[in-house]
């Protein structure tokens, strides 16, 4: 664990390292860029985020998250930026592998409009139950979202945490007492190069202390490509080792591509 820990570490050490000797040609706004934006998920700006995540371990967890993104100005000074995450899931389940719907979330989070180097939101957040037994949650579920960044020189680094608490459904399923945050931390390098590391770190409370965590630990590299004929598109990729996970598996490999539609 050490041994993965020290490598991913040095890598993005390395990587920073790197884009510091080249800082001289980089041109840094500082939360105003397009360069910048893409690392904000509250920035102004309209995009359709598909990731797709590949968890292995004996049986492999693989699924499809599609995450538009919508700003809606709601006056001078005030930003609602909303965010749908559908995940379709391929998963082993009590009747062997299937395919279904996990947890829909929903957030709405409240920002100023005014853009800047320090950007930060609250506002609440939806989970909708599973479609498909083992899957997710089958709870109706509500809770706060805040989330707070800082961009500087073309370094992002930040914090986003929400908990879901139950509200409805049937009492025969679990409640749901439930922890998702993500750190977001990122450095800029030339021509639309960065390097990364965003893990998503969750607890469920309600599950035995064993099966509680899931800690992922990695980076990743990624590209924004603005010279097409089409919508710009970041492109990126990332691989994890898991220090902690209720199903004990051992890698997550990441890879999206975010489709930006409109920004302000």
């Known amino acids: 664990m050490k041994k993965h820990f020290l490598f991913a570490f040095g890598f993005m050490l390395a990587s920073i390292l790197n884009a510091q000797e080249n800082r ?3 041109v840094y706004e500082d939360g105003n860029s397009l360069e910048d934006k893409i690392h904000n998920p509250i920035a ?9 995540d590949l ?8 699924s499809v998250n599609l995450q538009p993104t919508i700003p809606v100005k709601l006056s001078k000074n005030l930003l609602l930026v909303t965010q749908a995450n559908l995940p379709l899931i391929n998963a082993q389940t009590e ?3 299937e395919n279904g719907v996990g947890n829909t979330t929903i957030l709405g989070t409240l920002t100023t409009a005014k853009q800047s180097d320090f950007s930060w939101g609250f506002g609440p957040a939806f989970m909708l139950p599973s479609g498909l037994k083992g899957l997710g949650f089958d709870k109706l579920s509500i809770g706060p979202s805040v989330i707070a960044l800082k961009q500087t020189n ?7 945490l929400q908990n879901y608490f139950s509200v409805a459904g049937p009492s025969n399923t679990e409640d ?3 922890l998702n945050s993500q750190i977001i931390l ?3 390098l030339n021509r639309g190069w960065y390097v990364y590391s965003n893990p998503y770190i969750t607890a469920n409370w309600n599950a035995p202390s064993k ?13 924004l490509i603005t010279h097409n004929r089409y919508l710009p598109i970041n492109l990126k990729a990332g691989v994890y080792k898991y220090l902690s996970h209720p199903t004990n598996a051992d890698w997550l490999v990441q890879m999206q591509a975010t489709f930006i539609i409109k920004q302000n």
């Open 211 to 223: 099966k509680q965590w899931e800690v992922p630990i990695g980076a990743g590299a990624g590209k």
């Open 176 to 178: 749901v007492n439930y």
């Open 186 to 188: 990122s450095k800029r």
């Open 95 to 97: 009747k062997g592998y």
């Open 24 to 26: 001289k040609t980089a």
């Open 55 to 62: 968890s292995i371990n004996d049986d492999y967890v693989n």
């Open 44 to 52: 102004n700006m309209a995009s359709i985020p598909l990731n797709y």
């Open 154 to 160: 073309g370094f992002t680094y930040g914090l986003i």
